[in-house]
C-alpha cells in the first residue's frame, strides 16, 4: 500500500504539471504620500508568491504610466494565502527618471508584458 501512496507523491524537484488558472480578484490602490503608492492585491489560484508579486508589479507599472512616469522602484511586498485567497501588500515609489536602486521597473516594458501575459491592471 505504501508503494501506492508514492507513486501519486512527486519528485522532488519535479515541475507541477497543474494547470496554471489564475483569478484576479481585484487591486486597491493607495497613495501613501507624494510618489510612494501602496498596492493590494487579492487572486486566486496562485502557484506561490511570486504570481502575487507579479500582479502587484503589474498594478504598479500601469499605475506609473497613468501618472504620467516611466519608472517605479520595488520597496517590499508581503504575501498572505488563507483558505485559497492570495494577498499581496506591496510599496513602490514612482519616478519620470530611472531610480536608483536594485528593484527598479521600466513601466512601458512591465504593463506591455503583463498585457501579454493576461494580467490585469489598475
Not at 481585484?26 to 498596492?39: A, P
Amino acid at each position: 500500500m505504501a508503494s501506492a501512496v508514492a507513486a501519486c507523491t512527486p519528485e522532488p524537484g519535479a515541475q507541477d504539471e497543474r494547470p496554471f488558472v489564475p483569478v484576479y480578484e481585484g487591486i486597491n490602490t493607495r497613495l501613501l504620500d507624494g510618489d510612494l503608492v501602496q498596492f493590494e492585491v487579492e487572486m486566486r489560484g496562485a502557484r506561490g508568491n511570486e504570481d502575487v508579486a507579479n500582479y502587484a508589479e503589474c498594478a504598479a507599472a500601469q499605475y506609473a504610466l497613468i501618472r504620467g512616469y516611466g519608472f517605479a522602484r520595488h520597496l517590499r511586498t508581503n504575501v498572505y494565502e488563507e483558505g485559497g485567497l492570495w494577498r499581496g501588500d506591496a510599496v513602490y515609489t514612482i519616478s519620470a527618471a530611472l531610480p536608483r536602486g536594485l528593484k527598479t521597473i521600466d513601466a512601458e516594458v512591465v504593463a506591455l508584458a503583463c498585457a501579454e501575459n493576461g494580467i490585469p491592471m489598475v
